[in-house]
């Protein structure tokens, strides 16, 4: 009896190192998809909305789902005012940026967005 609860207590021991190492891996992989999206929707904020965007947090979507990174944050000396940048780890673009009207609104209509 003791030799079969050791190997159920192995077993699901090696279950949670596994687990547990994937989501490291997982998250290892976010960040770095992270960092390729933030200068490039820095640049994109700056060029059509001459503003400065902030990073506070984000959120990557599987590939399962989608291929989308979201940017929260906020422009600097609006920092109540929550901006969230929609980009695409497969394209590399800014697909949207969603915010409040005032600041949508600012955006630069002469040039035209990718």
Known sequence: MKKVIIII????TIIAILV??????????????MEIALPISVKYIKQYYHADFVLTDYVVNPGYIDSTIYLDGYIKGHEDDR???????????VIDVIGPGWFIDSRNPKIEAP
């Not at 547990?20 to 998809?33: A, H, P, Q, Y």
């Not at 929609?86 to 394209?91: D, H, Q």
């Open 9 to 12: 207590l192995s077993f699901i």
């Open 20 to 33: 547990g190492g994937c989501s490291v891996v997982s998250s290892v992989k976010n960040k770095e998809k």
């Open 83 to 93: 901006i969230t940048i929609a980009y695409s780890y497969k394209t590399n673009e």
